[in-house]
């Protein structure tokens, strides 16, 4: 019975996942994962790489995640069990891989610049 874990991030979100063989049972920020995310879609989008290799009811998970929104962490914490999987068992990775489970988006805000109301958006410009 060894644990696995993985970490995983995405925009300002950072999620930590601790596998153990078990039943199931998921855990976020000490919360059940259906109060924690009470959305459909952000549980499905979080769950991925379970889903991908049918390991769904097989794993007991317990996550932490800090920082970002409800989006940027679901998408932590798919990375993180995508991650814990890979650590548990080396002979997923072709399919995690494949389905691009094991790539963190790179993707940030990009800074506002002085001068400028947003980081592209500029100030109403006049020639006269």
């Given at each position: 019975?060894?644990?696995?874990?993985?970490?995983g991030r995405r925009k300002t979100a950072v999620a930590q996942a601790k596998l153990l063989p078990?039943?199931?049972v998921i855990i976020v920020n000490k919360l059940a994962l259906e109060l924690y995310f009470p959305i459909e879609v952000y549980r499905t989008h979080a769950l991925a790489p379970l889903n991908t290799t049918n390991n769904q009811?097989?794993?007991?998970?317990?996550?932490?995640?800090?920082?970002?929104?409800?989006?940027?962490?679901t998408g932590a914490i798919q990375l993180a069990i995508a991650r814990a999987l890979f650590?548990?068992?080396t002979e997923?990775?072709?399919?995690?891989?494949?389905?691009?489970?094991?790539?963190?988006?790179?993707?940030?805000?990009?800074?506002?610049?002085?001068?400028?109301?947003?980081?592209?958006?500029?100030?109403?410009?006049?020639?006269?």
């Open positions: 019975m060894k644990a696995a874990f993985g970490t078990g039943n199931g009811g097989k794993f007991d998970i317990n996550i932490t995640v800090r920082g970002g929104g409800k989006s940027g962490q650590a548990y068992d997923l990775h072709k399919t995690l891989r494949e389905a691009g489970l094991l790539t963190r988006d790179p993707r940030m805000v990009e800074r506002k610049k002085y001068g400028q109301k947003k980081a592209r958006k500029r100030f109403q410009f006049s020639k006269r």
